[in-house]
């Protein structure tokens, strides 16, 4: 005699592949972001925080009080870059390349799921650095930056890396 499924044992082989199922898509849906620099201006990261103490928000509007933070415009770089640093060939070359660069120097395409909420602004107030999610200068300029992912966020949210407790709702970050 066959044992008869019940929809107990269903739901718990549904349950379980749902759970595989997301555990390959955390895998695959969090790798590290695009960054493109489609003009090929040159830029480092450490010249511009360390060495001037610059910091995030002053290139990556939004970085502070945002949901998402952008990248810089032409614009925002002729901000500090309206006069020649030096005559220095590294400069000159600079110069050239910021003087025919588009307004939008340099692209950034998030990889996150669309669904995936990250408030920046929020995430800031409550004292976690750039560097927390996204590495140091140093690892960033050497194509290095650390992947995120959700257990990353998790193992914050419940208060695992030195930051108080935070909702684990799923609701919250996942629309």
């Known amino acids: 005699m066959q044992k008869r499924k019940t929809p107990f044992t269903i739901l718990w082989i549904i349950l379980a592949l749902c759970g595989g199922g997301l555990v390959v898509w955390d895998l695959t849906a969090f790798p590290d972001y695009i ?30 009080s945002g949901i998402r933070a952008g990248m810089p415009s032409k614009m925002d770089c002729m901000d500090c870059h309206n006069l020649p640093l030096s005559d220095s060939p590294e400069n000159e070359a600079f110069e050239k390349a910021l003087s025919d660069a588009k307004e939008m120097p340099f692209t950034f395409t998030s990889l996150l799921p669309a669904n995936v909420v990250f408030p920046h602004g929020l995430h800031v107030k409550s004292g976690v650095s750039c560097e927390t999610c996204h590495g140091s200068a140093k690892e960033i300029d050497a194509g290095r930056r650390p992947k995120v992912r959700m257990q990353d966020c998790l193992a914050c949210h419940q208060g695992k890396r030195g930051f108080p407790p935070a909702s684990t709702d799923c609701a919250r970050c996942h629309r």
């Open 35 to 64: 960054y493109e620099n489609p003009s090929n201006l040159p830029f480092d990261h450490e010249k511009h925080g360390e060495s001037l103490g610059l910091d995030c928000s002053k290139c990556h509007p939004g970085a502070e």
